[in-house]
Structures are given as C-alpha cells and as structure tokens.
C-alpha cells in the first residue's frame, strides 16, 4: 500500500491533523482551559493511535479472508493435504489481528505531549505504515499462490508462512519501538 492509500489519500502524518479538524465546538472551547489542552492533545493521540491499529488490524483480516479463499480453492479440488498448514496461517493472522487491534500502548507514556514530539510520532507513524508495506508484500504472496493442481503450493505456502513470521516479529517489536520514543525522544 502506498502512503497515500494507507491513510485514506492522506499522508501518515497527517492523522493528528485530521482528527483536529473534527473536534466539535465545546471540544475547541475546552482545549482553552489552561492544562485541559494537553489532556485533550493526548487523547487526541491516542485516538489516532487506536485508529491506526485498526486500519492494520483490518488489513491482516482481508488478508485473512483471501488465504480462507485459497484454502477453499485447494479443498474443492481435493487437494485437503494443504489444509494443516492454511489452518496455521488463519490461527496465526488471526493472533496477530487480535494483537494489533487489542494493543494497549496509550498508557505507555506515549501520549503525554511533554515527552513526545512530532517528530518522534513521525517515526512511530512510518513504522506502522512499515507494518502496512509487509502486509501488502504477504498478501501478494498469497495472492501468488498456484491455482490447483498446479505449480508447487507446499513450497508457496512455506514462503507465506515464512514472511508472516517476520511481521509476527516486527509487530512485537512496536512496544519497545514506543518505549524507546518515550525514553529517549528518538
């Protein structure tokens, strides 16, 4: 995916922006309050954050939905000898959907505007948009899988399988991406 199409044509970092446009009039008046903007920017913050991880987390379940697909190709065509192995890619999208859409980073310190910087949440943003390439490089990849009956599916489905771990990994990885923003400001 492009940068344009993972934030609705807009650039990644202009999700904050956008969110602040569709605050409502008692929503601009409170930011007014001394000490009250800074809790509004935080959450603010954190609602795009939030919305981030659901635009990834319905990425990994269309992905889903296609390998369902696949799988259902080769189950037609009697070729079930796959099935093992497309039931682990639905169990392990599955997990990671639920990881990505569950992910409770907004009491990690991230959120607090004395700590962060555009700058750093620049960083954060490319690196979920990082996570939105790989998903778009595996969907491919199973997109590429042979028809039935045709080509060599073990050896497709290992390499699907393959680049899946490492955005399992990369994932697991946001957490300490965040807490190094938050300690450092880098």
């Known amino acids: 995916m492009s940068e344009g199409s993972a934030a609705g044509g ?5 999700g904050v922006a956008a969110a602040r446009e569709q605050r ?9 309050i001394p000490g009250f903007a800074g809790f509004a920017e935080r959450e603010l913050r954190r609602d795009v954050d939030r919305r981030q ?8 379940h269309e992905l889903k939905r296609r390998a369902r697909e696949a ?11 796959l099935l093992d192995r497309f039931d682990r890619l639905d169990r392990r999208l599955d997990r990671l959907g639920e990881s990505i859409r569950f992910a409770d980073y907004g009491a990690s310190g991230l959120f ?17 948009l990082s996570l939105l390439d790989d998903l778009e490089a595996l969907t491919a990849k199973v997109e ?3 028809p039935p009956r045709e080509g060599d599916p073990d050896a497709a489905l290992a390499a699907v399988l393959d680049l899946l771990a490492g955005i399992e990994a990369k994932w697991s990885e946001r957490e300490t991406v965040i807490s190094r ?3 450092t400001g880098r």
């Open 10 to 14: 807009r650039g990644v970092g202009d």
């Open 24 to 32: 409502s009039f008692l929503e601009r008046l409170t930011a007014r």
């Open 53 to 60: 991880r659901e635009h990834l987390a319905g990425a990994v």
């Open 71 to 81: 799988a259902g190709a080769y189950v037609d065509a009697g070729q079930i000898g």
């Open 112 to 128: 607090d505007t004395e700590k962060i910087g555009a700058a750093e949440l620049q960083r954060l943003y490319e690196f979920d």
């Open 144 to 146: 590429e899988l042979p």
């Open 181 to 183: 923003v938050v300690q």
